[in-house]
């Protein structure tokens, strides 16, 4: 479930699988320990995995929505990880990918 929503695959994650991670942040288990594990691992992927970056981001905007207090809380605590992709930038055959400006 969380390799699919932050894979390097062309489409994004469907709507229906961010909902079920965000659920899951809310149970007295080690689920939102591992969920959390897994987003910041996904921020830490090379520039060329572009993709899996931009949905770990995406992925943190949805907790920060629906997740569990301390999904949120814990987001807040390790922002400065979210903030170095509003500069953004990634080449991928000549072409500009995962810029962070909106043009």
Not at 35 to 62: D, F, N, Q, S, T
Request: with cysteine; net charge neutral; aromatic share 8%.
């Amino acid at each position: 479930m969380l390799t699919e929503a932050t894979s390097n695959d062309n489409w994004g994650a469907p709507l229906t699988l961010l909902h079920q991670i965000s659920e899951r942040t809310f149970n007295q288990s080690n689920d939102r320990v591992v969920i959390m594990r897994h987003l910041w691992e996904g921020l830490r992927a090379p520039a060329k995995e572009w993709k899996r970056i931009y949905k770990a981001v995406g992925l943190a905007e949805h907790l920060l929505k629906f997740g569990a207090p301390q999904c949120v809380q814990e987001i807040r605590d390790e922002a400065f990880k979210l903030r170095q992709f509003a500069e953004f930038s990634c080449m991928e055959d000549s072409v500009e990918r995962g810029s962070g400006s909106k043009a």
